[in-house]
């Protein structure tokens, strides 16, 4: 057996046995472990920016594209941001042991069910440092044992986040394995660790379609995953322009480097002459390159901004960067046809002052998440309360959109008997 695979064995068994035993353990033990961690995070704060610095220039010198560099990078605030959110799920509450729709059938059984850890949880993942502290704080919450396969290009960042979790569970009385990292970088563990079904329960990467597509075909344990963020604004011809502007400006440009972020604008076209040069004009300040269909683009530069005629790969394409596609689209249904085409499942949004409008596009858009009059970069475990996430899943089964505690449990049935035999 190779080292790499003697790894993942191990920490994989370790895990295993951890999750046994922290699939009882009680909250405030769990509590203290993430007060732990998020105290941890802000006093090592100088060091964790050390390690970042090596990923970055490691990064910037092979010439990562600036998407990516974003995703990478951390600093203080950030730091900050992680720690807050450490304490946000602290606060929640401890889903384990909760008792879900008990009732007494004819016969006198009482039953329901229990919510559970799943187990053994595996996070895959690209570029992203920020997911070693979420997720492990959420499976901590959850009762479920974690192992963490972060990328090669973050390898120090993950290791110095990895190793302060570990040892804040450790100071608080959690089960050694608990959290535990895989250090090997060696691209081949990872088909190795998707066949170990009869030690891990779930799977969720977090990365490129690449990395997701390549899961998904190896694995033979159970995935969840999210797929690429392309993400549509249906401006109606009811929508309070002012509001169809901010909300467009801030879904483009308040993170342009992550899967919420906006990629492509409808317009209705009975609005274009009064609302596309404001749009432009925001658009413009902001260094958005906008890239337009015919109609659109006619409008734009009339009014003094550049922009550039759209290609077909640019409808349903995830930027991942200051770049938006712009459309003038005839009625409601020409948008919900476009989004059906070309929408990734991730969030959608209408904007109008028209309740027939909205309750039709949030009942007939197929997303993860609908929003009407507000930007998708809502889509994030922690603007919705959950504290943090461990990813955003576009699929449909098990759960959907961003996955916070309740989506990293199960349910076993309970059944209460006075004596009971079957007839």
Request: with cysteine.
């Amino acid at each position: 057996m190779s080292t790499f695979m003697e790894e993942v064995s191990t920490r994989a068994e370790n895990a295993r046995r951890a999750s046994r035993k922290l699939a009882f353990t009680k909250t405030p033990v769990k509590n203290r472990a993430l007060e732990y961690i998020a105290a941890d995070l802000v006093s090592q704060a100088d060091a964790i920016l050390s390690a970042n610095r090596i990923d970055m220039d490691a990064a910037e010198a092979s010439g990562m594209n600036p998407a990516m560099l974003d995703r990478l990078m951390l600093d203080l605030p950030r730091i900050q941001g992680m720690a807050e959110d450490v304490l946000k799920v602290m606060a929640l509450p401890d889903p384990v042991g909760e008792f879900l729709e008990m009732r007494t059938l004819p016969n006198g059984l009482v039953i329901g069910k229990k919510r559970v850890p799943l187990g053994v949880i595996a996070s895959i993942y690209e570029s992203r440092p920020n997911v070693t502290i979420d997720i492990s704080s959420l499976c901590i919450k959850s009762g479920n044992a974690l192992i963490l396969r972060g990328g090669k290009e973050a390898f120090n960042s993950n290791r110095i986040l990895a190793e302060l979790v570990a040892n804040a569970c450790r100071r608080a009385g959690l089960p050694e394995g608990s959290v535990e990292f895989i250090h090997s970088t060696e691209r081949e563990l990872v088909v190795y660790l998707l066949k170990m079904n009869h030690l891990i329960d779930l799977v969720i990467p977090r990365g490129g379609a690449g990395l997701i597509n390549m899961v998904r075909e190896n694995s033979t344990i159970p995935v969840v995953a999210g797929g690429v963020g392309v993400c549509h604004t249906y401006v109606d011809c009811a929508a309070d322009i002012q509001d169809g502007v901010n909300i467009v400006f801030n879904a483009k440009t308040q993170r342009p480097t992550v899967c919420n972020a906006l990629d492509t604008v409808l317009v209705h076209a009975d609005i274009t002459n009064v609302y596309l040069p404001l749009l432009a004009e925001a658009l413009n300040a902001g260094g958005v390159e906008m890239r337009c269909d015919s109609r659109a683009s006619c409008l734009i530069k009339e009014s003094g901004y550049k922009c550039i005629q759209a290609s077909n790969e640019d409808w349903g394409k995830e930027f991942l960067s200051l770049i938006i596609a712009i459309k003038v689209v005839d009625n409601i249904d020409e948008a919900l046809r476009h989004i059906e085409y070309y929408g990734s499942g991730h969030s959608e949004a209408i904007i109008s002052q028209d309740y027939g409008s909205v309750m039709r596009f949030l009942d007939e858009v197929d997303a993860a998440c609908v929003y009407a009059n507000a930007s998708t970069r809502f889509t994030d475990g922690a603007q919705f309360g959950l504290g943090a996430e461990v990813g955003i899943s576009t699929q449909k089964i098990h759960a959907r959109g961003p996955l916070g505690l309740k989506e990293i449990t199960s349910y076993k049935w309970i059944v209460f008997g006075r004596g009971h035999i079957r007839p």
